[in-house]
């Protein structure tokens, strides 16, 4: 049984896609609805429709994926309507929204209000690939700002996707702002390792056009670095709800993102190569692991990392 609750919802298994991946168009988000994913996220939306960066952009790599997309999206709008022609009994949608400014996300977030739809917001803190925007995910007093904001204008429950820390001293800082709000209900760790170079030696180049080659890392790369903010957050934020993402390509990856506090966990990379029936691979090979462990249910284990 890999049946799990996510914020008193009942879910057929803890697995979903990574917003950004498979999700950009509303053919794309129905093969997510169709597959054994248990809960789907939108791309993350801006006020205005994106073509985002210059192609090539996305790099598949033997430990994982480089990508510099620059946020193409078809504008907020288009994900508003289609969550509200979503199917909500069948499984959970989250919109990620990822706004240039403080004023974009207010919009875009009262919009998601108004409409009053079971739509859980995920809001971006985290975007790397816009080439002259920091991130508010590195700059602790924009994070509390926005999260003020959107906290104020949202006022239902609603989660934060993170960017990786790597400094117990920023995981003490972040943790601490996410607890001032009540309303911040769950967390998302992690988002790509930004701006990370991938060199082709043959070439003497860098792999993708955007931003001279620099672009997130994701894959088998950056598993240890998602596994470490999911636990740390988890530790530090015990009334919150902890969505792992990163590295993850088989059941073992899921059993170790739910082992260190995650209670769902998103695919990116590994949705990018192999589609939408990889949902299926890994909730069998999941289901396999937890058989060979004598484990019934994800309850058992989760969050129960030995430390030594
Ligand atoms: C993009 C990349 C991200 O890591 C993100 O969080 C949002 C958008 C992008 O390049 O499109």
């Not at 769950?186 to 070439?203: E, H, R």
């Amino acid at each position: 049984d890999l049946g799990t609750e996510f914020l008193e919802r009942p879910l057929a298994n803890p697995l979903m896609n990574a917003a950004g991946v498979w999700c950009t168009l509303a053919a794309q988000l129905d093969a997510l609805a169709d597959s054994e994913a248990a809960a789907i996220v939108t791309k993350s939306c801006t006020l205005v429709r994106r073509d985002g960066n210059p192609e090539p952009r996305y790099r598949a790599l033997p430990l994982g994926s480089i990508n510099s997309m620059g946020l193409p999206n078809e504008g907020y709008l288009y994900y508003l309507d289609y969550a509200a022609h979503h199917d909500y009994d069948h499984k959970p949608l989250f919109v990620s929204v990822s706004g240039l400014s403080l004023d974009d996300n207010l919009t875009i977030v009262a919009a998601l209000r108004d409409v009053v739809l079971p739509a859980l917001l995920e809001i971006n803190l985290s975007c790397p690939n816009v080439p002259g925007k920091a991130q508010p995910g590195y700059d602790f007093e924009a994070m509390d700002e926005l999260l003020a904001e959107v906290a104020t204008a949202y006022r239902r429950p609603f989660g934060v996707k993170l960017p990786p820390y790597f400094d117990f001293a920023h995981f003490d800082t972040v943790a601490q702002i996410l607890n001032r709000y009540e309303h911040l209900a769950f967390i998302t760790c992690i988002n790509s390792v930004g701006n990370a170079l991938i060199i082709d030696t043959g070439q003497e180049s860098a792999v993708i056009r955007p931003k001279d080659g620099f672009g997130g890392l994701g894959g088998d790369y950056v598993l240890p670095t998602a596994l470490a903010n999911v636990n740390a957050f988890h530790r530090r934020c015990p009334t919150k709800t902890i969505i792992g993402c990163g590295g993850v390509r088989t059941g073992e990856h899921v059993f170790q993102h739910l082992l260190a506090g995650a209670t769902l966990v998103q695919v990116g990379t590994a949705l990018y190569e192999e589609g939408p029936g990889i949902f299926q691979r890994l909730a069998r090979e999941l289901a396999e692991l937890m058989a060979h462990k004598g484990y019934r249910r994800i309850d058992e284990f989760r969050g129960r990392l030995k430390t030594l």
